[in-house]
């Protein structure tokens, strides 16, 4: 059971679910890579930046294995770390906006950075979100739907107002 999990509420529950891209691992793999080339030439070097690249793996896999990004019906969710431990958890009527940014590079692997934005002058930024519009997306849409759930049961409109386009006479 992750942290998420862990922290829902009573009759909370989880919609969405992101997590950290696999581009993380793309420095390691290539150091590992350099080590096999290097290796046909100068075997001991080659090994040692194999060894080096092997190595290089662990940090983001545990960056990947400990980071959490969720939204319930209530609330987002994000944790990051192991030992020093980052958490964000705002209510859905909390959040301003959520904005995504995602370079070239992140529109053809789909990956990009997301920052939250709420009350209080919260915000919060995280890196290599594997997709980040759709994280956005179920943000979103929770929103509405708490809005018009919130809506419903004060017994307003579930909309805005709707305008007549014929002139009244």
Known sequence: MGYIES??????????????????????????????????????????????GILMVIPPFIKRASSEFGVTTRRVV?????????????????????SVDQSIMG????????????????????????????FRRSVQSQSVDKDEEDRSRRGGPSGPPVRSSSPEQ
Do not use: C, W
């Not at 980052?86 to 959520?98: F, G």
């Not at 529109?107 to 759709?134: C, H, K, Q, S, W």
């Open 78 to 98: 994000i944790k990051v770390g192991v030992v020093q431990r980052k958490t964000l958890e705002l209510l859905l009527q909390q959040i301003e906006a959520i």
């Open 7 to 52: 922290s829902l509420l009573p009759g909370e529950t989880l919609v969405a679910r992101a997590r950290l891209h696999r581009i993380i691992f793309v420095r390691p793999a290539l150091v590992f890579l350099l080590g096999g080339v290097v290796t046909y030439f100068e075997p001991i070097a080659g090994a040692i930046v194999g060894v080096v």
């Open 107 to 134: 529109r053809l692997f789909d990956y990009g950075t997301i920052t939250v934005m709420g009350t209080g002058g919260v915000r919060e930024t995280f890196n290599d979100i594997a997709r980040p519009l759709e």
